[in-house]
């Protein structure tokens, strides 16, 4: 017989030797049995966390001074949102980018959010049965651009950062209809009607699509609060962390780290710079029966002597 | 005599295919190698018995549909069996990973099992990922509107808007389980054709290292 190659990382000498009884149906039976009496024992004895979620009823009421400013940057199209660019809205210099290629500009703006006309200005449309807030809009929505801009800019001169017997202090400046609409829109927060408005914008009754209330929640600092408190923030290895003590998605381990270190930490295209690493680690994993060296490590570190120490004990008699 | 017209039916084929590959001693195999013997191997088949009981819980979550159990002690309950079940899951399937690794499990002709488990272990982390986010409470808005960058950053939120739940929910109870069921069969279908792996041995004769 010719001799042919042998990669000892790659064949086997398949087995040839003796052979043990093997109960296969026993074994699975016992093995769900197992699990389950963990799982039931696991669940009464600490059962699964579920903080309620937030509303953004509850952000305007607890926090009115930074719901009315989150308000006043979505108007504005300073917001978080309204800067985003895409999948969100067409903001030039942003997206990021794995090299020269930036995968989210390429895909372009699939979900788009206008921030003042969907976060403020249509809800407030809703609200047919308050004459000011009614007729600010007209005259916000009669205004030219430039006067807009003007009645923004000063507005912006002072903002307010008081509450005095539950309404905003506006100091008097010359804004025009827009300390009329971020009071309306506060108010109508604070009465719950703004997160079904928000719900509804884009269907016409159904809907399980939150994007639009959670991208504005997401813009002010309330959220990531009671987040940061709940040591849920992205220093405090939130991805992988779990409200209360309970343990989270823990095989998120090395995502959560990279955003830890430098060169991550601190890249203007952090997130997808971490997904490219996570990517390829990914491959790496999957392809490694293929991968010189990477395929080598176990025959090299000896653990599998470990493993079947029974079996080379048996050899050496 | 054998009509010829039956032995060319695609039915016939695949019969007689699948006879020639899984004959019932390796479907349900009463011995194994007697190498096979290390605390290592236990945590395949408690993988597959987590999976069991992830799928259970999820079914009896989706009874009485996705927000019941903020409202039902049993509910409650129910969800906590469906937590541990993946807790339990991921944790004998990390340690099952690891030791598959060691084993260098991937050896004569192994590769496509070690493939369709590690693509199993990523499916996985998917499912459960929209898993918290189905959760429809502090826990899943806040994964969802921290989760977005990441996956915008891809191009992948322009299809795969974390902040939608009905998408997200359908992901998880639909599409990802289908594709993690099905991979895993494709698995234990090729640990049962091609057997588990043996030990590292000498160079047999015959062959050149």
């Known amino acids: 017989m010719k001799p042919t190659s042998w990669n000892p990382d790659v064949d086997v000498a398949e087995w040839t030797g003796t052979q043990r009884p093997y109960d296969i149906i026993k074994e699975g039976t016992i093995a769900v049995v197992f699990v389950l ?49 895409a999948p969100y809205n067409n903001v030039p210099g942003t997206g990021q980018k794995i090299g020269p290629v930036s995968l989210v500009n390429l895909m372009g703006v699939t979900i788009p959010i206008n921030a003042a006309a969907d976060f403020v200005l249509r809800p407030l449309g809703t609200q047919t049965s308050v004459p000011t807030v009614t007729a600010s809009l007209a005259t916000w929505q009669h205004a030219s651009a430039t006067q807009q801009q003007t009645w923004l800019t000063n507005y912006a001169k002072h903002l ?3 509450i005095r017997d539950s309404v905003m202090v506006v100091t008097p400046n010359d804004a025009g209809p827009v300390p009329s609409l971020i009071g309306g829109l506060t108010t109508m ?3 719950g009607a703004l997160d079904n408005a928000l719900l509804s914008n884009s269907t016409s009754y159904f809907s399980t699509n939150y994007t639009e209330p959670l991208l504005f929640l997401s813009d002010g600092t309330y959220f990531a609060g009671l987040a940061s408190d709940k040591h849920l923030a992205g220093d405090q290895w939130g991805m992988m962390n779990e409200t209360g003590s309970f343990p989270g998605q823990a095989w998120l381990w090395l995502y959560t780290f990279l955003y830890q270190v430098s060169p991550y930490s601190t890249s203007s295209n952090a997130d997808a710079l971490v997904w490219a690493t996570m990517m390829l680690l990914s491959a790496l994993v999957v392809f490694v029966p ?7 490590i176990p025959r090299r570190v000896k653990l599998y002597r470990l493993i079947w120490r029974q079996h080379y004990r048996s050899e050496k008699h | 005599m054998t009509d010829p017209r039956i032995e060319r039916q695609w039915t016939t084929r695949l019969r007689k295919r699948v006879e020639g590959t899984f004959p019932p001693e390796k479907v349900l195999p009463d011995t194994q190698p007697s190498y096979v013997a290390s605390w290592i191997y236990v945590f395949g088949v408690l993988t597959l018995a987590a999976l069991v009981m992830v799928i259970a819980t999820g079914c009896a ?10 409202v039902s002690g049993l509910g409650h309950y129910i969800n906590s069996t469906h937590l541990w079940s993946v807790e339990v899951f991921f944790f004998a399937m990390v340690i099952h990973l690891w030791g598959k690794y060691f084993m260098a499990a991937w050896r004569g002709g192994r590769s496509m099992t070690w493939m369709t488990g590690a693509v199993t272990f ?19 808005q806040w994964i969802a509107t921290q989760a977005k960058d990441g996956i915008n950053a891809t191009g992948a939120g322009s299809v795969f808007n974390v902040l939608n739940l009905g998408q997200m929910l359908m992901w998880h109870i639909v599409l990802l389980p289908l594709v993690a069921l099905g991979l895993t069969a494709v698995h234990v279908i090729l640990v049962r054709k091609r057997g588990v792996v043996p030990p590292f041995a000498d160079v047999p004769e015959g062959v050149v290292a």
């Open chain 2, 122 to 140: 990523l499916t996985s982390i998917g499912a459960a990922f929209t898993g918290y986010l189905s959760q429809t409470n502090f826990d899943s």
């Open chain 1, 290 to 296: 293929f991968i010189p060296g990477l395929r080598s």
């Open chain 1, 37 to 85: 009496i963990v799982v039931l024992t696991l669940s009464f004895l600490f059962g699964s966390p579920d903080d309620k979620p937030v509303t953004l009823k509850q952000w305007s009421n607890a926090a009115p001074i930074d719901f009315a400013t989150t308000a006043f940057q979505e108007l504005a199209g300073t917001s978080g949102v309204a800067q985003y660019g």
């Open chain 2, 61 to 70: 979550l989706a009874i009485m549909g996705p927000t019941w159990w903020h």
């Open chain 1, 160 to 162: 307010p950062t008081a």
């Open chain 1, 189 to 191: 927060a604070q009465s």
